[in-house]
């Protein structure tokens, strides 16, 4: 009979649109306090969706080290350094105070997006009366661009930093699989502590959508337009949902065997008991049900779970009317009458953060026993047969499965469970 090691969660770190650190998120999601507001980053007066999930009072300077790294790092590596701080202060781990070469770093990101004035002049000198000369790209591009820019927006770049700064010698490696980039990432870390590679691994995700480059050219993306109420915009499985909300976000999870952790002194959080992934895309595009639903399987079975065993369901719930109809349905064939919450309420699609921080709220819930409202949510549509959390009600199995998927139809679960 197979042994495997069991692993746990034993710190975490989140910067997200509800606050930054733990102790923050959780008293946003106590107080049901949305994190979605009216872009202050850049002028949204003339774009179509002028809100989104936005990271306020961030200071870089006060996580990254060293500081000149800062000329190297964009935004989604500022914010995903941060939280792997937090995550490493949590769990007790510092350099030197385990083996490098059995600590692994295992992260999450997107496609890096670029800051539109970082290639103005470049751009600019390309432009002729008609529009514009790619001959000239190359000249100017070396001539106006800073040398190490490219360096900013690699998206193994998170990897990268936070195994340099934290003496972490192990395996390192990036998943960029848009919003399972997080779970898919956790799986894999928790695949190498139990093949024996690592001893601790350090996983999470990183990503925004609310960068300027990103909103032009997603700008026909199936977004809400709630312009005069963003906090209520963010509505999963909801019957006036008008399209669904982004964001930016990034969190961080320290993982190791039961036994190390133990041996440490480390507290454990929850269990990662069990993880699941497939793939389908729907002719017209998204997930199909039977990817959805073949995650949900496959992160059950991985765990020794039973479908009657899931406390909760923290659902990707997109807010548009296809996805959501879709993963709703895929929830309830799999998993009857579970109940089912949707974090992503709170702070939006955070793209490949989005799990990650996602996490953070299932921990929560599991340690506080009570299940986190889904905010936003008043009248249910009666074309997704699933039963939405609406109010702080008790969790009473301590198992909380979360769920993400993409629109090219990836689809992956992580299966958490409670301590004590």
């Known amino acids: ?49 002028q809100f989104g999930g936005e990271v306020i009072d961030f200071e870089p300077k006060k996580y990254v080290r060293p500081r000149k790294s800062l000329k190297v790092m964009s935004r989604d590596i500022q914010i995903a350094f941060s939280a792997a701080d937090q995550a490493l202060i949590q769990a007790g781990v510092s350099a030197g105070t385990i083996d490098g070469e059995r600590f692994g770093v295992m992260f999450g990101s997107d496609l890096i997006q670029p800051d539109p004035e ?4 470049a751009y600019r000198a390309c432009q002729t009366e008609g529009g ?7 000249e100017a591009s070396q001539r106006d661009i800073y040398p190490l820019w490219m360096l900013k ?33 956790m799986a894999e870390g928790a695949r190498l502590i139990e093949r024996g590679w690592a001893d601790i691994v350090l996983t999470g995700g990183t990503g925004t959508r609310v960068h300027p480059t990103w909103i032009v050219r997603n700008s026909v993306a199936e977004s809400s337009r709630r312009n005069d109420a963003p906090e209520r915009a963010a509505r999963p499985f909801e019957a006036a949902r008008d399209g669904e909300v982004f964001g930016e976000g990034a969190a961080a999870a320290v993982l190791e065997g039961r036994t190390a952790a133990k041996r440490r002194g480390a507290k454990i959080l929850a269990r990662a008991a069990g993880f699941g992934n497939a793939f389908g895309r729907a002719p017209d595009g998204g997930v199909t049900q039977t990817a959805i639903e073949q995650s949900i399987i496959g992160a059950l079975r991985d765990a020794g779970l039973r479908a009657e065993e899931v406390g909760v369901v923290a659902a990707f719930g997109r807010s548009t009317r296809t996805a959501d109809e879709i993963e709703a349905r895929a929830i309830h064939a799999v998993l009857g009458d579970v109940p089912v919450t949707v974090p992503k309420s709170f702070y939006g699609n955070l793209g490949s953060g989005g799990g990650a921080v996602d996490l953070v709220a299932a921990v929560t819930m599991l340690q506080a026993r009570q299940i986190v409202p889904t905010l936003n949510h008043e009248t249910p549509d009666p074309k997704c047969p699933v039963k939405v959390v609406s109010r702080r009600t008790p969790l009473s199995k301590p198992v909380v499965l979360m769920l993400s998927q993409t629109p090219m139809g990836q689809a992956a679960a992580v299966c958490l469970v409670g301590e004590g």
């Open 153 to 185: 927006h690699l998206p193994n770049m998170p990897a990268c930093h936070i195994g340099i700064a934290f003496d972490a010698r192990g395996p390192n490696n990036t998943v960029t699989l848009g919003e399972v980039s997080s779970h898919a990432a």
């Open 132 to 138: 514009f000369d790619f001959a000239r790209w190359g």
């Open 1 to 49: 009979m197979s042994t495997r090691e069991e692993v746990v969660v034993t710190g975490l770190g989140v910067v997200s649109p509800i606050g930054i650190g733990v102790d923050a998120f959780q008293e946003s999601l106590r107080a049901e306090r949305s994190g979605v507001r009216r872009l202050t980053q850049l002028d949204p007066s003339l774009l179509p969706v």
């Open 118 to 121: 970082e290639v103005f002049l």
